[in-house]
Each structure stands twice: as C-alpha cells, then as structure tokens.
C-alpha cells in the first residue's frame, strides 16, 4: 500500500492531505493506510446496481481520498479523533456486500475498513453469548460456535459474500432462519460503537431494561451514521437436534399469503418459510433444482425432534386450510441443501440486465395489495422497456412478512445517464407504490445512499427528530454523509 498522496503541485490541499496521511499512518502503522486509486476504488464497490453497472462501463465509483485498516477499537478511535480534528468525512466500511450503495463515499475523505477486526473475544457458555469484534465474518464465527454445538443462526444471502457482523447490524440484517431465531438487532445484546470527536461508548450489557432510553437501538440500523461499531454481544443458540422439511403449492401467491398469516398468527415458530410467486418459483427451479409447481412454498422446522414433529404436523393443517397441497418434504430438503446457490458466481444478476431488489415489510393487511400494485407499476408503467416484476416472500412476523420483490430490464437503455434515470424510475414507482398501500421503506437490506430520498416521506416529521439526533452525536456531518438521507457533511474543509 502507499503511505504517500499522488502530488497535485504545492496546493494546500495536497500539503493537508499528505499532513493528514502521516497522522494517520502515525496512528496506526504507514502499511494500514492508502491512496492507490485500485484500493480506493475497492473500498468504495459493494452489490449494488450502482456499483456492478459503473464497473461494467468502467466507470469510477465514488470513492474516498484515504483508506484505512485499523485493527482495534482503539486504532478506530484514532482515525475518529483525525478525522473530526480536519472535520474529514468517514464511510465504514465491512465485507461491502450491501446492495444500497452504503459503501460509495460522495463527498470523498477517508474510507475506514474494519476486516481487521475479527477477534472471538468471550463465549459465555452459561449465559449462550459471544462477543465479537465487528470485522469477522458470518462463516469464520459459526464454524467456531458450532465446535462447542452452538449457532449464530444468521445466515443472510451474502453469507459467503463477505457480510461481516458489524454489517449485519449497522443495516439491520436479517438470516434466511429470521422467522424463528430473529433478525440482527433481535440477536445483538450489546455493543461497543466509537462515535465523534473519537470516544468509545458501550451500551448496557442486556437490551431488556427499565434505565431509560434504549441506546442501543439507536445505533442499531444506523449504518455508520453515528458512530463506528467496533465490537458486539449477541444471543446465540444451540445447534438444533433436528430439522423438518415441508412444501407446498398454492392456485395462486395470495393463498400462500394466507397459509403464512395463519402459521404466524397462530403463533408456530418455523426457521424458515419462503413463498415464492410463479415468476420467482421458475427462477428457482432453473437455479436450485426445485421443481416448478406455480407458486411455492418451503417451511424448515427445527429443536428437538418432538417439537419438530410437533410442528410440522400444526403447519400441515394450517396450510391445507388455506388451499395448499402438499409436495412433501424433499423439496423442502432441496431448497434448503441449495439455498446459497442464487448467490454463486455466475447466478447473481450482473449488468447489462438492470435490476433492483424492494424488500418492503408491511401488516398482513396490506401485503396482497402491495403485491398487486406493485407487479402493476412496474409491468405497466415500464412496458415499453419490457420491465418484469417477481416476488417472494422470505421472512415472516407475528404481524406480517417482507416482500422480497424485485424488477428486472434485460434491454436497458445503453447510455449511463439514461440507465441510471430509468433505474431511479423504476426505484421511485416501486418503493412510494409500496409506501402507499401501507409498506414500510425496506426491511433488512438497510438504506444506503440509493433509499435516502425515500425517509423524508417515510418518516414525516419524524425525520427532522432523527436529523437532530444525527446533529447531536456528530455535529460535522462527518459520519457516513450521504446516507439514511442526511446529506453532505456540515462543516467540512475536506
């Protein structure tokens, strides 16, 4: 890595900028700090559209003017103190497998990459909690848990991408096992975060409590905003000693729909239940091996073998109520022995296909609505571009469920400018149609630069109370800017 700027001459911006990268390198060693334009670059790129498309046209991605690699909390506290020192604008950054643009830096500054930190720092056998540092990855920590019979159980699509655990919860990640085990910030306990002008604050060492405002969950989905999440406790469990599967077709998604409300509102706890529509059930057939039956549905229970078949039995005739037929359970076998195929290499759409995933989380209510507006906006709005609408539903509550939905345009228009316009169209028509019919913003892909424009109406008046929040914890705007629809930094010279 190089420890020196590129030279613009004897500019003071040059001058400050190779003053800033010696602090820095200073702080936390000259070979953990960069200015190459290819790790910029990398630092910058995560799964979103945004980011695939402008590699593709070879284009840059925004990216920030240094990059760091502390390796401890400490060493984080450091590049903060720098930084609000010359009032420098900072992207966290982990694994970079989101798909909001949250790793982009627009304003440039330093770009803060926490792979370093990845110590296993307590397990707490007695009380079923890990303690980790926000830098280790999903795969590396389960293999570890899973040696004393122990689990995470989050298991995300990017799982094998990269995904990192403050990730998970900076954006509020969810697992294909959320039905029964949770998302993030139902697993996270407790959390160490560094927030400006470069101090450390640690949350309460339980979330349950009566003292007060609930820090924790401000820090929770803020995605970098607030400050820097370098170590987290959260709840693990045991391996579970059985799993049961199950699958189902309906004549149609809203009788799924149906069948799901009715498992939850009946308060059963599978791991997992996945509704996939006749567009989505193809793609998955063409992709794990499961046969195609019109609309799909998928159902892991798991715990002792009693409670499985317990369970499983409950389930059946839940759903047989709603007008499903039973497949029985190898496809459920099938489903979940390839449920990361979608994410392999060459399975994941790319460009020049544009697309752009919604996943909205509503009421039961509103669900069947939300699908139907939606699959129409897109379809009929966008026809002339022969836009496609799928959807499945993957992560279900004891009120409702998110709808993962997605559009796709295998013909964009060829030229930057216009492909971006269209895809903030399709954006725009997709999420306020959702918005409308009683959806919420996003449900565990997080908000990113891509969804900011998007909170203001989310929230109403409600989103000047987070921006004074916002300005409270960081007054320089440094933190992350551009993202959850903060804007730029405040008082930067940067």
């Given at each position: 890595m190089s420890q020196t700027p590129e030279s613009d001459g004897v500019s003071g911006?040059?001058?400050?900028?190779?003053?800033?990268?010696?602090?820095?390198?200073?702080?936390?060693?000259?070979?953990?700090?960069?200015?190459?334009?290819?790790?910029?670059?990398a630092q910058a790129a995560d799964w979103s559209w945004y980011s695939k498309y402008l590699a593709f046209k070879n284009l840059e991605q925004p990216s920030a003017d240094i990059a760091v690699t502390p390796a401890n909390t400490a060493e984080v506290e450091r590049v903060i103190q720098i930084a609000s020192d010359y009032r420098i604008p900072v992207t966290t950054r982990g694994g970079g497998s989101g798909t909001q643009g949250g790793t982009f830096a627009p304003y440039g500054g330093i770009s803060l990459d926490l792979t370093r930190l990845t110590d296993i720092v307590d397990i707490d056998e007695k009380?079923?909690?890990?303690?980790?540092?926000?830098?280790?990855?999903?795969?590396?920590?389960?293999?570890?848990?899973n040696e004393k019979g122990l689990t995470l159980a989050h298991y995300p699509g990017s799982y094998h991408l990269g995904a990192t655990i403050g990730g998970f919860i900076a954006a509020r990640g969810s697992g294909v096992v959320s039905t029964k085990y949770g998302k993030a910030e139902d697993q996270v306990l407790q959390l160490e975060v560094v927030v400006p002008p470069g101090k450390t604050v640690k949350t309460l060492a339980v979330p349950s409590h009566a003292a007060g405002s609930d820090l924790l969950q401000s820090f929770v989905g803020s995605e970098g905003t607030l400050g820097v999440i370098t170590q987290a406790s959260l709840r693990v469990d045991p391996l579970p000693e059985s799993r049961g599967f199950l699958s189902f077709?309906?004549?149609d998604i809203f009788a799924g729909i149906e069948a799901g409300r009715l498992i939850m509102t009946?308060?059963?706890?599978?791991?997992?239940?996945?509704?996939?529509?006749?567009?989505?059930?193809?793609?998955?057939?063409?992709?794990?091996?499961?046969?195609?039956?019109g609309t799909l549905m998928v159902i892991m229970c798991d715990?002792?073998?009693?409670?499985?078949?317990?369970?499983?039995?409950?389930?059946?005739?839940?759903?047989?109520?709603?007008?499903?037929?039973?497949?029985?359970?190898?496809?459920?076998?099938t489903w979940w022995d390839g449920k990361y195929e979608p994410y392999a290499k060459g399975k994941l759409p790319q460009p020049p296909l544009m697309y752009g995933t919604f996943d909205q989380v509503a009421r039961f209510v509103d669900i069947p609505n939300i699908y139907r507006a939606k699959k129409q906006v897109i379809e009929e709005k966008f026809s002339e571009y022969g836009a496609r609408y799928t959807a499945h539903l993957s992560h279900w509550y004891d009120w409702g469920a998110m709808l993962y939905d997605r559009f796709y345009v295998d013909e964009p228009p060829t030229d930057p400018a216009e492909a971006m316009d269209l895809h903030d169209r399709l954006w725009d028509a997709g999420i306020l149609t959702g918005m409308?019919?009683?959806?919420?913003?996003?449900?565990?892909?997080?908000?990113?630069?891509?969804l900011g424009r998007f909170m203001r109406p989310q929230y109403g008046h409600g989103f000047e109370l987070m921006r004074q929040l916002k300005d409270a914890w960081d007054p320089d705007g440094i933190m992350n800017p551009g993202k959850l629809g903060f804007g730029p930094p405040r008082n930067s010279k940067w």
């Amino acid at each position: 890595m190089s420890q020196t700027p590129e030279s613009d001459g004897v500019s003071g911006t040059s001058y400050l900028r190779g003053q800033i990268v010696r602090e820095l390198s200073a702080a936390i060693g000259a070979a953990n700090v960069s200015t190459e334009a290819t790790e910029l670059q990398a630092q910058a790129a995560d799964w979103s559209w945004y980011s695939k498309y402008l590699a593709f046209k070879n284009l840059e991605q925004p990216s920030a003017d240094i990059a760091v690699t502390p390796a401890n909390t400490a060493e984080v506290e450091r590049v903060i103190q720098i930084a609000s020192d010359y009032r420098i604008p900072v992207t966290t950054r982990g694994g970079g497998s989101g798909t909001q643009g949250g790793t982009f830096a627009p304003y440039g500054g330093i770009s803060l990459d926490l792979t370093r930190l990845t110590d296993i720092v307590d397990i707490d056998e007695k009380s079923l909690v890990v303690t980790v540092g926000a830098g280790i990855d999903g795969p590396t920590l389960e293999a570890e848990l899973n040696e004393k019979g122990l689990t995470l159980a989050h298991y995300p699509g990017s799982y094998h991408l990269g995904a990192t655990i403050g990730g998970f919860i900076a954006a509020r990640g969810s697992g294909v096992v959320s039905t029964k085990y949770g998302k993030a910030e139902d697993q996270v306990l407790q959390l160490e975060v560094v927030v400006p002008p470069g101090k450390t604050v640690k949350t309460l060492a339980v979330p349950s409590h009566a003292a007060g405002s609930d820090l924790l969950q401000s820090f929770v989905g803020s995605e970098g905003t607030l400050g820097v999440i370098t170590q987290a406790s959260l709840r693990v469990d045991p391996l579970p000693e059985s799993r049961g599967f199950l699958s189902f077709s309906f004549p149609d998604i809203f009788a799924g729909i149906e069948a799901g409300r009715l498992i939850m509102t009946n308060r059963l706890r599978p791991a997992v239940i996945r509704l996939y529509d006749e567009a989505d059930s193809k793609k998955l057939q063409d992709w794990v091996g499961t046969p195609f039956t019109g609309t799909l549905m998928v159902i892991m229970c798991d715990g002792s073998k009693e409670l499985v078949d317990y369970e499983t039995k409950a389930i059946t005739a839940l759903v047989e109520k709603a007008g499903g037929s039973s497949l029985g359970p190898d496809v459920g076998q099938t489903w979940w022995d390839g449920k990361y195929e979608p994410y392999a290499k060459g399975k994941l759409p790319q460009p020049p296909l544009m697309y752009g995933t919604f996943d909205q989380v509503a009421r039961f209510v509103d669900i069947p609505n939300i699908y139907r507006a939606k699959k129409q906006v897109i379809e009929e709005k966008f026809s002339e571009y022969g836009a496609r609408y799928t959807a499945h539903l993957s992560h279900w509550y004891d009120w409702g469920a998110m709808l993962y939905d997605r559009f796709y345009v295998d013909e964009p228009p060829t030229d930057p400018a216009e492909a971006m316009d269209l895809h903030d169209r399709l954006w725009d028509a997709g999420i306020l149609t959702g918005m409308e019919n009683g959806g919420v913003l996003n449900d565990h892909h997080g908000v990113g630069i891509k969804l900011g424009r998007f909170m203001r109406p989310q929230y109403g008046h409600g989103f000047e109370l987070m921006r004074q929040l916002k300005d409270a914890w960081d007054p320089d705007g440094i933190m992350n800017p551009g993202k959850l629809g903060f804007g730029p930094p405040r008082n930067s010279k940067w």
